[in-house]
């Protein structure tokens, strides 16, 4: 793997998983725990601290998209896997019908500027409502962590 991102990525992945419970460990394929350490940086250093959020500790992008698919893939109950996937269709169903309503062959050259305010302030408006489906699942993965501290 040449991305360095990723390699990072894959770094702060295997520090943060140190800290949670053998059992949601060994939940994990090893096929893929050995590609987290087969293509990690060697030379990042990153330490993790559970008290504090992955906002804080500078964690990529990258590294929560990989824990939301963690724990969305092996950590949910079927409940929580339903209701994520569930938002996940919705999420991909809307940005789909955005990309037919922009990209209209029958209106591509009509008030294209109206329509292209009208969805921005429709996201921008939309951002401030709800909460975007990997932060719920980086919020769950949380309060996952801190009930093992509380161990």
Known sequence: MDNIEYQNAFTEILEILTYISKEDYEKIPNHLIEIFENNSNKTYKFKYDYKKSLEEQGCSD??????????????ADDDEKRDLLLEEKKLRNKYQNELIEWYNPDDI????????CEITKEIAIEVFQEEKWYQKIFNIVKKLFKKMDKR
């Open 109 to 116: 050259f009509k008030k294209k500027n109206k329509m292209k």
């Open 62 to 75: 990258i590294t929560k998209t990989i824990l939301s698919l963690l724990y969305r893939d092996y950590w």
